[in-house]
């Protein structure tokens, strides 16, 4: 029996990438669900699929992280059998834009902020009394390397992945004494529509991030979610780092001709 059987995982921005492959994890291993993202009809599809596939319960709702009041109505309203969240993943997150700084557009800067830092922080602040009433939890966060080292046109995107790292440590330290884990797992290059985004749809330019080499897959990211959530109760995996066998840091990449 797995450990992660009958829990409940809420995992935000599950439509594509990493937050979709954690809901397959999570479900594979029994868990029941709460998925969201700003797609309903995406959602909606991959609950369906989810619970034909997996026969695991799953709720899915709209939820626009960057809203403050959007995050606390749509959490308050969760049905009353998906409320005990026992894991949160923080994986809503984006990058818009690789520019120098005084060539950046401020509206990307906005964008980046008011979802990787202060939507995971309305989400963390949302679900948390719950987990410190029932005196059990778990929070992962999904940072980046990029939270460890900064990069050449990457100033904004870059603060904000270090803010995740500073929050996550933090957090930890405030509910030491609450029963409640705190980890963060922070990939290096991963395949997903991530550079699709950063590049607004320029998919060449997408390609060409990954070329040469083989990144990770949104499935491998899972697979160290999955494992550190998982742990035997007296452990917590306090942060990832997981990087391509052909990348050693943010800025060195081994590519082949």
Known sequence: MSRLENKIVFITGATS?????????FAKEGSNLVISARRLDLINEIAKDITEKYGVKVYGFKLDVRNKQNVIDAIKSIPTEFKAVDILINNAGLALGLN???????????VMIDTNIKGLLYVTHAILPGMIERKSGHIINIGSIAGHEAYPKGSVYCATKFAVNAITQSLRMDTIDKGIL?????????????????????????KNVYKGLTPLTGEDVADAVVYCASRPPHVNVAQITLLAAQQASAMVVHREN
């Open 182 to 206: 705190v980890s963060t797992i922070d990939p290096g290059l991963v395949e997903t529509n991530f550079s699709n985004i950063r590049f607004f749809g320029d998919k060449e330019k997408a």
């Open 100 to 110: 120098k700084f005084y060539e950046d557009e401020l509206e990307n800067w906005d």
């Open 17 to 25: 990438g990493i937050g979709k492959a954690c809901a397959y994890a």
